[in-house]
Nanobody, 127 residues
Framework: QVQLVDSGGGLVQAGSSLRLSCAAS????????MGWFRQNPGKEREFVAA???????YYADSVKGRFTISRENARNTVYLQMNNLKPEDTAVYYC?????????????????????WGQGTQVTVSS
């Protein structure tokens, strides 16, 4: 059964850090590309970061240098370490997965690529 459970959000002050987690089940985790997107009400879902099964990483310009995506295959878990958080980082963050065979440098920022999504975890950054 396919399941993604993302967690770790919260309310923090600007400059603080949070670590989001996403636990996957039902597939061979090491063969999956994993990603993080974020969304505010009334706005489109925005790409944040991605990591394929060979551990190549990809970041949106807005978070590069502050956020780090990583995976722990033994626990079927992907992480998003968020440092130096800014108020504009406030959003619901969603993890997503797709088999690595579908992942391309030209399509990973496209929401439609990703097959399954977590329920979302709220990140709120106060000024």
């Amino acid at each position: 059964q396919v399941q993604l459970v993302d967690s770790g959000g919260g309310l923090v002050q600007a400059g603080s850090s949070l670590r989001l987690s996403c636990a996957a089940s039902g597939r061979t985790f090491s063969r999956l590309a994993m990603g993080w997107f974020r969304q505010n009400p009334g706005k489109e879902r925005e790409f944040v970061a991605a990591l394929n099964w060979s551990t190549n990483t990809y970041y949106a310009d807005s978070v590069k240098g502050r956020f780090t995506i990583s995976r722990e295959n033994a626990r079927n878990t992907v992480y998003l370490q968020m440092n130096n958080l800014k108020p504009e980082d406030t959003a619901v963050y969603y993890c997503a997965e797709v088999p690595s065979g579908y992942f391309r440098d030209s399509n990973y920022i496209t929401e439609a690529l990703w097959h399954y999504w977590g329920q979302g975890t709220q990140v709120t950054v106060s000024s």
